[in-house]
């Protein structure tokens, strides 16, 4: 049994480049919806589906709803990173990019994250209405891409890399991440960065929309779990990692939540 799946990974890794995967196995119940209406007008009024465009000198913005009620994704309509993604969890974590710091100048602004054609902006407070926070962004987003400046200046997450220590089943679970997993989670304004696979489990840090999402569970489990398990039978759970000043921030943060509660 193990031999087959093994065989059928493969397969699918080889014909990967033939083949578009579309959503051929959804890792969450819950997702945004995309829509492409045309912009006449400069800004053009919210609609019925939540969708929001400003055109400014032939860029036209769409905004995006995630499964996590407190982030929304931007698009801008051209190339963001490019490729591979990259995240602000802190305001202090936006020195090397103009425009992650503009966005934090908002009020109410938590973090933000950088995809390939995309911007997730998560605020602080669920209870905190978009309606401000959307309209300062598409002010910052489109004059961002006026000025011409680079993204970012920092280090970009590309693919997961292959290292000569990996052994078959990290590798293989690397392939899975890229191919199968992150297109699908970045739809939703995410990411999943590999951290490790140690003793049957698989560590992965859940970045953008998917940081404090309530359905990010449903996803960890239902979704990556079980699609790594079928298809490699070593792997026996799937275990969400932060990183070290990722929950420094999150007590700071959490801090600072108290006393303007008090």
């Known amino acids: 049994m193990a031999a087959h799946m093994r065989w059928g990974l493969h397969y699918l ?18 997702t945004g919806s995309s829509y492409h209406t045309p912009c006449w007008k ?9 969708t ?3 055109s400014v000198r032939n860029l036209s913005i769409q905004t995006q709803d995630t499964p996590n009620p407190r982030s929304l994704k931007f698009l801008p309509g051209k190339p963001v990173l490019g490729s591979g993604t990259v995240e602000f969890p802190s305001q202090s974590s936006a020195e090397c990019s103009s425009l992650a710091r503009d966005l934090f100048e908002i009020e109410g602004v938590k973090s933000v994250f950088f995809g390939p054609d995309f911007i997730t902006v998560t605020k602080a407070d669920e209870d905190l209405e978009w309606t401000d926070i959307k309209r300062h962004a598409l002010d910052a987003i489109a004059k961002f891409f006026e000025s011409g400046d680079p993204i970012t200046t920092g280090a970009v997450h590309h693919e997961s890399t292959l290292s000569e220590d990996d052994d078959e089943v990290v590798s293989m679970i690397k392939e899975l991440l890229d191919t199968r997993i992150r297109p699908t989670v970045q739809e939703d304004g995410g990411d999943v960065i590999f951290k490790g696979f140690e003793d049957g489990t698989v560590k992965l840090k859940l970045v953008g929309s998917c940081t404090g999402c309530p359905s990010s569970t449903v996803t960890l489990r239902n979704g990556i779990q079980n699609m ?4 490699i039978p070593e792997v026996d759970t799937v275990e969400q990692v932060e990183d070290e000043v990722d929950e420094v921030n999150a007590k700071v943060f959490a801090e600072l939540e108290r006393k303007l509660q008090d």
């Open 13 to 30: 890794l080889r014909t990967r480049n033939t083949a578009q995967f579309r959503r051929v196995s959804k890792l969450s119940d819950v």
């Open 42 to 50: 400069r800004v053009q009024s919210q609609s019925s589906t939540g």
């Open 52 to 54: 929001t465009c400003l």
């Open 228 to 231: 790594l398990q079928f298809y």
